[in-house]
């Protein structure tokens, strides 16, 4: 299975065939807004006209039958922090302060969307196919080498009854090795906390830069957590080389949109194949 491009009207996303939830990548193409938020931008607290805002949340919302209301929002920080949530967590307005910090968010509710947002970080949606439990993690290289998407798949087994092995991934588009030049405190946590597996994500490029596969350290880490490796898709997309198509907080400056990953905890799905 492979994480692909769908299309609604003008609003460009992408899914992974083989998350059978309700769930999404999006791009920043569809969208009403203008200038350099243009077109789809989802962040609430970027700047951005807030009636253009509502109205890109309602045409991604509307695709999944769902509200905006009732998506799950956290405050993040890169760090390491996964909050597990239920119904009382619906946002509402969207445009109301979120008053958790956490960078991963986990549910078994049902019919609960749960959604971070990322311009280069990598978001991540984890989908378990017996209970239908599922999470999202925003793991920029910070949240990345302080290992949250392990700690999101040990909330998973600890609060929803999962087991790695039931457990589907999908790491969707963010910064490419290709484009994430660094320093060495990056690489160096990557080493880490991988050991000699890092060498894999790591390549030297002269005068104390390294270029980081932030995909691949998450790759990584969620073998270790127990999950198969046919189960884990990767998207070959760089944000930053596809500035055009999606928010890159590098490419811009930081003059940008946010785009969002959302997957909706749909229980009555689970119980699929295991194999």
């Not at 239920?86 to 509710?109: K, M």
């Not at 971070?116 to 978001?123: G, L, N, Q, R, Y």
């Not at 980081?212 to 944000?239: P, Q, Y």
Request: negative net charge.
């Amino acid at each position: 299975m492979a994480i692909v491009p769908h299309q609604s009207g003008d609003l460009l996303y992408l899914i992974d065939e083989s998350i059978e939830t309700p769930h999404a990548f999006t791009s920043r193409l569809g969208g009403v807004s203008q200038g350099i938020y243009a077109s789809l931008n989802l962040g609430v607290n970027r700047g951005d006209d807030p009636a253009a805002v509502s109205e890109n949340y309602d045409r991604i919302t509307s695709i999944f039958g769902i509200r905006k209301e009732d998506l799950v929002f956290t405050r993040q920080v890169h760090g390491d922090t996964v909050r597990l949530v239920g119904a009382e967590d619906r946002q509402g307005d969207i445009f109301a302060p979120t008053p958790h910090e956490a960078d991963g968010l986990v549910t078994a509710a049902r019919d609960l969307p749960l959604m971070v947002f990322t311009a280069d970080c990598i978001p991540i949606l984890l989908w378990d196919q017996r209970t239908g439990a599922v999470g999202a993690v925003h793991a920029g290289w910070r949240s990345t080498v302080l290992d949250i998407v392990g700690k999101a798949v040990s909330r998973l087994v600890a609060d929803c009854g999962s087991h790695p092995q039931d457990i589907r991934a999908a790491i969707g588009p963010g910064i490419g090795r290709c484009c994430f030049e660094t320093g060495p405190e990056v690489s160096e946590a990557a080493m880490a906390l991988l050991g000699y597996e890092a060498e894999a994500c790591v390549i030297e490029c002269g005068h104390g830069k390294r270029m980081v596969d932030l995909k691949e350290v998450n790759r990584r880490l969620l073998l270790r957590a127990g999950l198969f490796s046919d189960r884990i898709s990767v998207s070959d997309i760089c944000t930053m080389c596809n500035r055009e198509t999606f928010w890159s907080h590098r490419a811009t400056a930081g003059h940008r949109g946010s785009q969002a990953a959302l997957i909706l905890c749909s229980p009555n799905l689970g119980g699929g194949n295991t194999k």
